[in-house]
């Protein structure tokens, strides 16, 4: 489903959640991190956004789903934070100025793609800015074991690694789907260098 129409008819069958409690690879990576200027690059309902803003960042989240930005404001506006909501194609889209963290989370799109993505999301991180991707694992493919197909819609480290040039990988390794026995996700996490 690369179609914004179809993205926005499947968010408006789906039941809203309020829980934005984050995916702990993300609050593992990030947790931590000083808040600064995010942006949550496909984000769908914005939940990873709506976290970082309650944790005080200053957060964009980008989704070409009308629907998708619209249940996340109401979410934001339930826990009480601002997040600057936009539609846009996330392959086109550039942040304002530098920021301090960019996030990717299941946004499968196509090897291609997601790569344009992650340039732009690096070419965007300030000094000490930090990059954070997760989504299914190529393994799944081989194994049979979950995420969309083709198989080029799933993450490789090396492509992705590949795609943030420049910045200084500190984690890209397959881990375990939370709530799969047999399925894995990829995990990378990236920094730009201090000036």
Same mark, same amino acid.
């Given at each position: 489903?690369?179609?914004?129409?179809?993205?926005?008819?499947?968010y408006?069958?789906a039941?809203?959640?309020?829980?934005?409690?984050?995916?702990?690879?993300?609050?593992?990576?990030v947790?931590?991190?000083?808040p600064?200027?995010a942006?949550?690059?496909?984000?769908?309902?914005?939940?990873?956004?709506i976290?970082l803003a309650?944790?005080?960042?200053?957060?964009?989240?980008?989704?070409?789903?009308?629907?998708?930005?619209d249940?996340?404001?109401q979410?934001?506006e339930?826990?009480?934070?601002?997040?600057?909501?936009?539609v846009?194609?996330?392959?086109?889209?550039?942040?304002?100025?530098?920021i301090d963290?960019a996030?990717?989370?299941y946004?499968?799109i196509? %090897?291609?793609?997601?790569?344009?993505?992650?340039?732009?999301?690096?070419?965007?991180?300030?000094?000490?800015?930090?990059?954070?991707?997760?989504?299914?694992d190529? %393994?799944?493919?081989v194994a049979?074991t979950?995420?969309?197909?083709?198989?080029?819609?799933?993450?490789?480290?090396?492509?992705?690694?590949?795609?943030?040039?420049?910045?200084?990988?500190?984690?890209?390794?397959?881990?375990?789907?939370l709530? %799969?026995?047999?399925?894995?996700?990829?995990?990378?996490?990236?920094?730009?260098?201090?000036?």
């Amino acid at each position: 489903m690369k179609n914004p129409d179809e993205w926005d008819r499947a968010y408006a069958a789906a039941g809203l959640a309020f829980d934005v409690e984050p995916h702990p690879e993300l609050a593992r990576a990030v947790g931590d991190l000083p808040p600064g200027r995010a942006v949550e690059f496909g984000c769908g309902e914005g939940r990873p956004a709506i976290w970082l803003a309650t944790r005080g960042w200053r957060v964009t989240a980008v989704d070409f789903s009308q629907v998708a930005v619209d249940r996340g404001r109401q979410v934001a506006e339930r826990h009480g934070v601002e997040v600057d909501w936009q539609v846009a194609d996330v392959q086109a889209y550039e942040p304002a100025g530098p920021i301090d963290l960019a996030v990717v989370l299941y946004l499968h799109i196509g %090897s291609a793609e997601i790569a344009t993505v992650l340039r732009r999301a690096a070419a965007a991180l300030a000094p000490g800015g930090t990059l954070f991707v997760l989504g299914w694992d190529r %393994s799944n493919a081989v194994a049979g074991t979950g995420g969309p197909r083709p198989a080029d819609l799933l993450y490789d480290a090396a492509e992705l690694t590949r795609a943030v040039a420049g910045l200084r990988v500190r984690r890209a390794e397959a881990v375990p789907q939370l709530g %799969s026995a047999d399925a894995a996700d990829l995990v990378l996490t990236a920094y730009r260098p201090p000036a």
